[in-house]
């Protein structure tokens, strides 16, 4: 890089160098569609070997835009919200643009307040993936910040502007997948409630029951937490139960480890004893033996639609998201088969 970095150098530097207008640099440091691409690729190529510096404050106030994008996660770390920050990070800065996140921690008042938080930054869009905030909520934020993508959220008002996995669907597969290999009382170790993930997958469950013709048993199922906090406790409470259960659908992959760790304890052997499907494809999943069943979320497409939806709001282009994510049954090793006439 040039040795100048530290000293003054201008926007009339960069165009006689890239030998474009002073214009046309402005308009590629400010991400204008109208800029050619062999023309952008100059003026960049420019600001690289001058070490030119753009004021962003300035930038802003020319183009009114922040260039930075908000996102509102339920936390900043764990096996789902860090790929779906990373990656979506990825395509963000592609584009020239930051990302500010913030996370709601479960409360209400935190997302109210992280919302705000980000207004306050004058974000150019937001990415919103909230537990607690209510439809009507949300409509509103988006109303106010029209370049808002939700995730994890069907809203009919915000059609093409909500990015959701078909939980229910996901649920489905993981209990009919135990239900194919013979298994006729499966127990289901849930998420958090509150979340509407978990309400989802354990619907899929019991239209996997119900499509089998087996009855639903309230004490079969039992609430988990997605994070590790409290879960060798709840498996401890189904097993002392005693209904007899051969299988155990858990809603993620942190809840499958959990119960592999108790079962281990119980000198219980998973895949013979007891057998499991777990949700989310974890990357121990695969790792751990035996090699855990469990049902793929797609975080990365998740990610990539998120991105690119909301930079064509943002700049006002043609893209089509893909609202309805479809999840994957991953079969391993985990779940035995019962019975003689189903590969397991």
């Not at 753009?54 to 770390?77: H, K």
């Not at 760790?261 to 990357?283: H, M, P, Q, R, Y």
């Amino acid at each position: 890089m040039n040795s100048r970095v530290n000293e003054l150098i201008t926007i009339k530097e960069v165009s006689e160098l890239a030998k474009v207008s002073q214009a046309t640099v402005s308009r590629a440091i400010n991400g204008h569609s109208s800029v050619k691409e062999k023309n952008r690729v100059k003026v960049f190529n420019a600001i690289e070997q001058l070490g030119y510096k753009p004021n962003t404050f300035a930038q802003a106030l020319a183009s009114n835009r922040s260039n930075s994008i908000g996102m509102l996660v339920g936390s900043l770390d764990g096996p789902y919200f860090g790929p779906l920050m990373h990656n979506t990070e990825n395509i963000i800065r592609e584009e020239r643009l930051h990302l500010i996140v913030t996370s709601g921690q479960e409360s209400k008042t935190k997302e109210v307040d992280s919302i705000e938080f980000l207004a306050s930054k004058k974000v150019d869009g937001l990415i919103i993936h909230s537990d607690k905030l209510s439809d009507n909520e949300l409509i509103k934020i988006a109303e106010d910040t029209p370049a808002s993508i939700i995730l994890n959220r069907n809203i009919p008002e915000l059609a093409g502007r909500c990015i959701w996995i078909d939980n229910e669907l996901g649920g489905y597969l993981a209990t009919k997948h135990l239900i194919d290999n013979g298994h006729t009382k499966v127990a289901c170790i849930t998420g958090q409630m509150s979340k509407v993930e978990s309400r989802d997958r354990l619907q899929g469950y019991r239209n996997a029951l119900a499509e089998a013709g087996i009855a639903y048993d309230a004490n079969l199922v039992i609430e988990g937490r997605f994070d590790h906090e409290g879960n060798h406790e709840t498996v401890h409470r189904l097993m002392s139960r005693n209904k007899g259960f051969t299988a155990i659908f858990c809603q993620n992959d942190n809840i499958a480890l959990a119960v592999y760790n108790v079962c281990s304890d119980a000198k219980l052997t998973i895949g013979e004893d007891i057998s499991i499907v777990g949700f989310d494809n974890d990357t121990y999943s695969q790792h751990i033996r035996p090699r855990l069943t469990t049902v793929s979320f797609p975080i990365e497409q998740l990610s990539y639609e998120a991105a690119q939806g909301v930079l064509a709001l943002i700049n006002d282009r043609a893209h089509t998201i893909t609202e309805k994510l479809a999840p994957e049954l991953i079969i391993r090793n985990s779940v035995k088969q019962l019975n003689s006439d189903k590969a397991g």
